[in-house]
């Protein structure tokens, strides 16, 4: 069974310092995986997505994120945290599931002035 | 492009009554998804549909149903409210990986 875990309930980062938020999956076969944010009251939005290809992915808003296979892990990156990149993110993963996706519990970004 | 869409964006409900969300999509996206999300427990799929006409439940499906006659149209209904089925319910589409959403219905069951 695919799962995934989000292990940081909560992260915290001062702006301008560079964020990781992690993800870990558990899939059988070659994974989708992807990420979205979801600001307070809002659906969720596309960050981005790995589907094959380059390890590192670039998406919206300046994030990237890293598949790597060996650890299993496709922890969600920016260079340089800004205040208004604080939210709620997911990462998720879906694969020959006829598009559904499996998300993790969900981490919440604070990013402080 | 109106892109997807929920209705109503809130709603207050009592214990037993039938209430019925809806979710539109303009895309003309093959696949569409209805989630919970709960503190604690994330988004849970509730059910899907891969085309008009076919449906398939998803991790937690008791208490609703679905249907879809067209193609753009997904509704939801909880056919006997209860309190447990207070959450924040999203619809989603998609016609490759990448599920997009709708802003989401806020329900409350008294």
């Known amino acids: 069974a695919q799962s995934v875990a989000q292990p940081e309930d909560q992260v915290n980062v001062a702006e301008g310092n560079p964020l990781t938020v992690k993800c870990t999956y558990s899939v059988s076969g070659n994974p989708y995986l992807f990420w979205y944010v979801q600001y307070p009251n809002r659906g969720l939005q596309f960050l981005l997505k790995y589907i094959t290809g380059d390890n590192l992915v670039k998406g919206s808003y300046g994030f990237e994120a890293e598949f790597n296979k060996s650890q299993t892990s496709f922890h969600l990156k920016k260079p340089s945290a800004l205040v208004s990149d604080s939210a709620l993110y997911f990462c998720a993963v879906g694969g020959n599931q006829g598009g559904k996706l499996i998300f993790g519990q969900g981490t919440e970004l604070s990013v402080k002035p | 492009d109106a892109g997807i869409t929920q209705s109503p964006r809130y709603k207050i409900t009592e214990t037993g009554r039938q209430v019925t969300l809806m979710c539109h999509q303009t895309?003309?996206?093959?696949?569409m998804f209805w989630y919970r999300q709960d503190l604690g427990h994330g988004l849970r799929l509730i059910y899907y549909s891969a085309a008009a006409d076919i449906t398939d439940k998803g991790e937690v499906p008791d208490g609703y149903v679905v249907s879809r006659s067209k193609t753009e149209n997904f509704p939801l209904t909880l056919e006997s409210a209860t309190r447990s089925q207070t959450s924040v319910y999203f619809c989603?589409?998609?016609?490759?990986?990448?599920?997009?959403f709708g802003p989401g219905t806020r329900l409350l069951v008294l």
């Open positions: 989603a589409s998609s016609e490759g990986e990448t599920q997009y």
């Open positions: 895309w003309s996206h093959s696949y």
